[in-house]
C-alpha cells in the first residue's frame, strides 16, 4: 500500500463502521481522500454513522449496492471480520484494486516502532503483559489492535520514541503488504478461524504475513515447542528470539528446570524463567511461582511477553515485578467470585478447544463447566480427553450444544445438562450459571470457557462474559 497521504483526492472505500474502519476513515479524510464508508447493518444499528457524515464523509448503511466499487476506487479498507467472498471485496479483486485492513494503514502511518503479537491462544494476555513491561522499564508503550485503541488511531498520535504494542488476528494480517513490525511474536498455531480461512494452510499463511517483511535488524520471537512454529522459523530473515517451556535453548528465554512435555507438570519444582543471550550468559528472570496469573498457558504467555521486551530493549531486571504484580485481562480465566464454596471463573475469550483445554487444566479441584456457541464445523472431539479427565459436569449452550454433549457422553460424563435457548440470548445464559450452580459442590469450580465464539447468541466475547459475571453475582 502506498501511504495514506499519496490518495489524496481519490476514492478510498472503507468497509465496515466498527472501530478500525471509522478510524481508517478519519485518516483518509484528514489526508483528502474520497472517503466512502459501507456497512450492511442499517443505519439505526450503525451509531458512528453520524460522526463520519458530519465530517463529511459519505456512508452507506443496510446493503453493498453494486456501484460500491468501480475502477476509479484506488483502495479499499476492510474490516478484518468481512470475508473475501463478500460481494464488494470480490469487485475490488476483478477489478485489481488493492485491499488492505487497518494494520497497512497504521504502519504507513507510524513514527513508532511496532510489536506485534499473534497467534492461536493467550494473544490479548500477552499484549496486555507486553504493555506492562515496557511501561515499568520507562519505554512509554502504546497498547493497540484488538484490545482498546484502533491502530490507525495510537499510529497518529504514537511518537518515535515509543512502541506500539499491536495484537494482531489472523484476518488483520491477511490483509497487509509491507507491515514491518520491529518485533514479531508467534505464539503458537492450532486449528482454528477455518470457516473464515477456508484451510489450515491458508490460517497459517496468513499469520505468517507478521515475518513477510522483517529484516535481520528485527527480532521475531516463536514458540520453539510448536512444531508449526518452529517449521515457520525457517523461512524467516529476522533474528530469531524462541521461546520454550520444555527446552533448554542455546539463545532465548526458557524454563529452569524445564517442564515435562506433557500437560501434567510438578507443582514442587521451583521452576525460573530464565534468559540466555547470544554469548551464553544466563540471566534468571523471576521464579514462576512468583507469576500474578497461573496456568501453564500463562507461564508460556509470561515467556513471550519477557522475550518480547528484551527485545524492544527493556533491561532484564526491569522485568519481575511487573511479571508478578499483573492480574491477567478482562475474559480471561478471570477470578468472578466465591460463593458458598464454589469459584466462579469467566474464561469467555477461550473462543475454542486448545483455549478451553488449557485453562481447565490450570484450575484444581472439581471442574463445571459451561460452554458453546457458534457451530464452525467441528466435532470437538479433541475435548474428549478433558472431559474424561477433569470435567465434573458440563452444561451446554448455543448452536454446538449438542455436539458437545456427544462428546461428553462419549466420555462417559454423569452431569451434563443441554439448555434449550430461550427467546433472549441473556436468559439462557443465566439459565446455564443456575444449572451449574446446582450440580456444583463446596470446592469446586464454575467455568465458563465455551470453546467456541460467541456470534450465535451474543454480539461478542465481551458481552457473554459479562452476562456470565452478572449471573454470578446475583445467583
Known sequence: MNHPSLYRGQQVVVLGLAKSGVSAAKVFHTLGAEVVVNDKKTREQSPEAGELEALGI??????????????????????????????????ALQFGIEIVTEVEVAYALSPAPMIGITGSNGKTTTTTWIGELLQ????????????????????????????????LSSFQLKGTSSFRPRVGVLLNLAETHLDYHGSMEDYVASKA????????????????????????????????????????????????????????????????????????????????????IPGRHNAANALAAVAASLAAGAPAEKLALPLREFRGVEHRLELVSIKNGITYYNDSKATNPTATTMSVRSLKGGIILIAGGLDRGSDYMELLPLFQE???????????????????????LASVIIVEPEEVADDTLRAAVRHAALIAEPGDTILLSPACASWDMFASYEQRGRIFKDSAHTL
Open 58 to 91: 459519505t456512508v452507506i448503511c443496510g446493503s453493498h449496492p453494486d456501484h460500491l466499487i468501480t475502477e476509479h476506487t484506488a483502495l479499499v479498507v476492510k474490516n478484518p471480520g468481512i470475508p473475501y467472498q463478500a460481494p464488494p471485496v470480490q469487485q
Open 136 to 167: 515499568t522499564a520507562g519505554l512509554s508503550p502504546i497498547v493497540a489492535g484488538n484490545i482498546g485503541t484502533p491502530l490507525c488511531e495510537a499510529a497518529t498520535r504514537a511518537e518515535a520514541s515509543q512502541w506500539i504494542v499491536a495484537e
Open 209 to 292: 504475513r507478521l515475518f513477510a517483511n522483517m529484516t535481520p535488524e528485527d527480532t521475531a520471537v516463536l514458540s520453539w515447542d510448536d512444531p508449526i512454529c518452529r517449521e515457520l522459523a525457517t523461512t524467516v530473515q529476522a533474528k530469531l528470539l524462541p521461546f520454550s517451556l520444555t527446552q533448554r535453548l542455546e539463545q532465548g528465554v526458557y524454563m529452569e528446570p524445564p517442564y515435562p512435555t506433557a500437560p501434567e507438570e510438578s507443582e514442587a519444582v521451583d521452576r525460573q524463567i530464565v534468559y540466555r543471550d547470544s554469548k551464553g550468559s544466563l540471566q534468571e528472570i523471576v521464579a514462576v511461582s512468583e507469576l500474578g
Open 390 to 412: 477433569r470435567v465434573k459436569g458440563l452444561v451446554v449452550i448455543g448452536q454446538t450444544r449438542e455436539k458437545l454433549a456427544r462428546v461428553a457422553e462419549l466420555a462417559g
